[in-house]
């Protein structure tokens, strides 16, 4: 699998952490960046991310702020991108398996280094369960994408 991951100044260091874990997995690494402290603006992170997977460059992506809440809102901004910010192994399993998530954010400051990986490795293996009525859900959630590309 093909992952974009970015994160920012208060991110890049779990980042650095789960690079190495999803190459050893045998996963494609797209690194976005950032790659120091020096504050910078998690947007300008997510978008590069977000418009990897949307043109199919990526197959999935993964956002690492302080938090997450940040890299999660600039995330969903992006038509055909479905971020869920996850701090835990349920959500990590439910997002994909319900809401067939493209894109995963979590905060550096929220979750430690083992129980991130725990959670990117759940993510990456759960499948989406192709229920019909998470399929009517989603297909909602992409009208309303629609509909606010026609009248913004």
Known sequence: MIIAIGADHAG???KDVIVPFLEAQGHQIIDLGCHCGDSVDYPDYAVPVCDKV???EADRGILICGTGIGMSIA???TPGIRCALVHDLFSAKATREHNDTNVLA???RVVGPGVAEEIVRVWLD???SEGPR???RLNK???LEEQQALHP
């Open 12 to 14: 890049y260091r779990l």
């Open 54 to 56: 949307v043109r199919g």
């Open 75 to 77: 995330a969903n901004k």
């Open 106 to 108: 979590m905060g550096e």
């Open 126 to 128: 759960t499948p989406f």
């Open 134 to 136: 998470h399929i009517g």
């Open 141 to 143: 959630v992409k009208a």
